[in-house]
Nanobody
Framework: QVQLVESGGGLVQAGGSLRLSCAAS????????MGWFRQAPGNEREFVAA????????DYADSVKGRFTISRDAFKNTLYLQMNSLKPEDTAVYYC?????????????????WGKGTQVTVSS
């Protein structure tokens, strides 16, 4: 089992930045592909960003390309999401997720374990 705990969410004005962190514990983290998803009220959970086991491959939803950056630190067992130029439509609960395989996945069904989420609110 891998346990995931997100942090770094909060309230920010439009145009601002936040960095989310996801601390992993339990089974090895370094061999797992990871991702960030988000869910706004009344909406389905959607893909935001993904990274493969080594950090050499990343993928992003079109809505965040050029603004968000996913990264990982194997020594700290931590996944990050740097979010810049935030917009009100980025408001959601952000979830960290992982999969036992090493290749990226961009769907909720492709992930095997999840954190509990952290709220991000962007005011206009």
């Amino acid at each position: 089992q891998v346990q995931l705990v997100e942090s770094g969410g909060g309230l920010v004005q439009a145009g601002g930045s936040l960095r989310l962190s996801c601390a992993a514990s339990g089974r090895t983290f370094s061999s797992n592909a990871m991702g960030w998803f988000r869910q706004a009220p009344g909406n389905e959970r959607e893909f935001v960003a993904a990274i493969n086991w080594s950090g050499s491959i990343t993928d992003y939803a079109d809505s965040v390309k050029g603004r968000f950056t996913i990264s990982r630190d194997a020594f700290k067992n931590t996944l990050y999401l740097q979010m810049n130029s935030l917009k009100p439509e980025d408001t959601a609960v952000y979830y960290c997720a992982g999969r036992w395989a090493g290749g990226v996945a961009t769907t909720t069904g492709g992930m095997d374990f999840w954190g509990k989420g952290t709220q991000v609110t962007v005011s206009s």
